[in-house]
């Protein structure tokens, strides 16, 4: 079946405009992830959807990040008045662990990169 | 706070020579630990987790609580394992039951030489 997609896969933006970036997760899957990698650093966790709601926002670096899940499928990340040190690859990764409580593989999409200008 | 350390950036290794990609951790609790791997040009993919002690592709990796280290090995390098590796740790604490973000290092780029 169709793996975790995400879109735009590049979005270039000016400093101080919004940008939204969408995920689809595999079918079915409850969990859904999205991480942030910056040049030269590791992924870190920004926040965790558990069907509609966002138990964990902890990884959010400012009131500028938002993100929402609607019918426990589709995810947006909302950017709002970009910095230039919001530019990064931002990845999203969905795993059915949380109904069954059965712990399960996070499946990662192919990420977009955004460049702030 | 837990942390994942990934010492080497870049590590080159000749085709049939062993292989060691190096990670610790700190964490005050009882960690699950992984490795993933990002191919060029793919997304990334889970590798090996240590509750499986499964080899894949050929790597292994043991968790040493002791010494908090979770190292990759491989004993035959193949021009395919060219790849970025991340060793990620999972809290396992009960109190977080549902959520299992991962925390992870900063990735070793691994080039084997033919």
């Known amino acids: 079946g169709a793996g975790v997609s995400q879109s735009p896969s590049n979005k270039v933006t000016e400093k101080g405009k919004d940008v939204e970036l969408r995920c689809d997760p595999i079918?079915?899957?409850?969990?859904l992830y999205w991480y942030r990698q910056s040049l030269g650093q590791g992924l870190e966790f920004l926040i965790y959807?558990?069907?509609?709601?966002?138990?964990?926002k902890s990884g959010l670096p400012s009131d500028r990040f938002s993100a929402e899940r609607t019918g426990g499928s589709v995810s947006t990340l909302t950017i709002q008045r970009t910095q230039q040190e919001d530019s990064a690859v931002y990845l999203c990764?969905?795993?059915?662990?949380?109904?069954?409580?059965?712990?399960?593989?996070?499946?990662f999409g192919p990420g977009t990169r955004l460049t702030v200008l | 706070a837990q942390r994942v350390t990934q010492p080497e950036k870049l590590l080159s290794v000749f085709k049939g020579a062993p292989v060691e990609l190096k990670c610790n951790y700190s964490?005050?609790?009882?960690?699950?630990l992984f490795w993933y791997v990002q191919y060029s040009r793919q997304r990334l993919q889970l590798l090996l987790r240590?509750?499986s002690r499964e080899s894949i592709k050929g790597f292994t990796a043991d968790l040493n609580k002791g010494e908090t280290s979770f190292h990759l090995k491989k004993p035959f390098a193949q021009e395919e394992d060219s790849a970025m590796y991340y060793c990620?740790?999972?809290?396992?604490?009960?109190?977080?039951?549902?959520?299992?973000?991962?925390?992870f290092g900063t990735g070793t780029r691994l080039t084997i030489i033919p």
């Open positions: 990764a969905s795993s059915s662990f949380g109904l069954a409580g059965l712990e399960d593989t996070q499946y």
């Open positions: 079918s079915g899957h409850t969990a």
């Open positions: 959807f558990q069907g509609n709601s966002a138990p964990d």
């Open positions: 964490y005050s609790g009882s960690p699950e």
């Open positions: 240590h509750i």
């Open positions: 990620a740790l999972k809290e396992g604490s009960l109190s977080n039951f549902g959520n299992e973000k991962l925390t």
